[in-house]
């Protein structure tokens, strides 16, 4: 594919007199892995709330496989291959692991799942995609670890099969062990299905095996961008992380 699979141009978000994102460009080219860091606050989840369109950009554009999409609204954007996890992982609390998972499946599938009843082996093969057991998919998210929430997250964007997949703290709040789970669930899918990952992380040591690029933000602004090896030695970096 000619250009990068998303562009950001221009993009500004400001909450009042916050100017939580203020003028930030960069392009994912299909199959790269970019990771998105940057001190608290510096407006990384208000970048994927505007990839995503749960926010309104106050000014830019976001473009998608070569189309503006900045006023195409979150549904589309789902249906068009772009799909994202949160910091907090939030189940449905009520259903099973598996019904999670169920819900996140296409809006067609949901449909096909109305008139034909639920495809129990689909959710079910794509929580064992993940490393659930099948006695996990029939529990309740009360009753799983971080880790097993995480991957809960995953799994619901698994299901819509998505092209580009933000990522937003996946290592948050896990154990040594769960985080190596996880990349190397990451790495799996991203052979398997070609997927395209921005992965926001306040932990760069996990971080650094999986990221081909970094972009360093600041106040809502890109500070640096290269290699993890280079933004780690740039001292702009240093600066916003030491002046946390
Ligand atoms: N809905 C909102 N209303 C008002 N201010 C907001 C809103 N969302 C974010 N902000 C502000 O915008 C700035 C950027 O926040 P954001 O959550 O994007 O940062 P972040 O880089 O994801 O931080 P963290 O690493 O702590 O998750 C912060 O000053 C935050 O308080
Ligand atoms: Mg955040």
Same mark, same amino acid.
């Given at each position: 594919?000619?250009?990068?699979?998303?562009?950001?141009?221009?993009?500004?978000?400001?909450?009042?007199?916050?100017?939580?994102?203020?003028?930030?460009?960069?392009?994912?080219?299909?199959?790269?892995?970019?990771?998105?860091?940057?001190?608290?606050?510096?407006?990384?989840?208000?970048?994927?709330?505007?990839?995503?369109?749960?926010?309104?950009?106050?000014?830019?554009?976001?473009?998608?496989?070569?189309?503006?999409?900045?006023?195409?609204?979150?549904?589309?954007?789902?249906?068009?291959?772009?799909?994202?996890?949160?910091?907090?992982?939030?189940?449905?609390?009520?259903?099973?692991?598996?019904?999670?998972?169920?819900?996140?499946?296409?809006?067609?599938?949901?449909?096909?799942?109305?008139?034909?009843?639920?495809?129990?082996?689909?959710?079910?093969?794509?929580?064992?995609?993940?490393?659930?057991?099948?006695?996990?998919?029939?529990?309740?998210?009360?009753?799983? *670890?971080?880790?097993?929430?995480?991957?809960? @997250?995953?799994? $619901?964007?698994? /299901? =819509?099969?998505? %092209?580009? !997949?933000?990522?937003?703290?996946?290592?948050?709040?896990?154990?040594?062990?769960?985080?190596?789970?996880?990349?190397?669930?990451?790495?799996?899918?991203?052979?398997?299905?070609?997927?395209?990952?921005?992965?926001?992380?306040?932990?760069?040591?996990?971080?650094?095996?999986?990221?081909?690029?970094?972009?360093?933000?600041?106040?809502?602004? *890109?500070?640096?961008?290269?290699?993890?090896? @280079?933004?780690? $030695?740039?001292? /702009? =970096?240093?600066? %916003?992380? !030491?002046?946390?």
């Amino acid at each position: 594919m000619a250009g990068p699979l998303l562009e950001v141009r221009d993009l500004r978000k400001s909450f009042g007199g916050i100017h939580a994102v203020q003028g930030l460009s960069f392009g994912v080219d299909e199959g790269e892995t970019l990771g998105l860091i940057g001190p608290n606050g510096a407006g990384k989840t208000t970048v994927f709330n505007l990839i995503m369109a749960e926010l309104k950009p106050t000014g830019g554009e976001i473009w998608f496989r070569g189309e503006n999409i900045t006023r195409v609204p979150t549904h589309e954007r789902v249906k068009r291959g772009i799909a994202r996890t949160y910091q907090v992982p939030q189940p449905f609390g009520e259903m099973s692991v598996g019904a999670n998972i169920r819900v996140g499946m296409a809006p067609d599938d949901l449909w096909k799942l109305v008139t034909e009843g639920a495809d129990h082996a689909a959710e079910a093969e794509i929580g064992r995609s993940v490393g659930f057991s099948d006695e996990q998919i029939d529990t309740l998210p009360s009753e799983l *670890a971080m880790g097993d929430l995480r991957r809960l @997250e995953m799994a $619901r964007n698994v /299901a =819509v099969s998505p %092209a580009l !997949l933000l990522l937003d703290e996946v290592f948050a709040g896990l154990t040594l062990r769960e985080i190596a789970h996880i990349s190397e669930l990451l790495v799996e899918k991203k052979r398997k299905d070609g997927l395209t990952y921005i992965i926001v992380s306040h932990d760069l040591r996990a971080l650094a095996p999986l990221v081909d690029r970094v972009i360093v933000m600041s106040f809502g602004a *890109a500070i640096a961008q290269g290699t993890f090896d @280079e933004v780690v $030695r740039d001292a /702009a =970096v240093r600066e %916003a992380y !030491l002046g946390q």
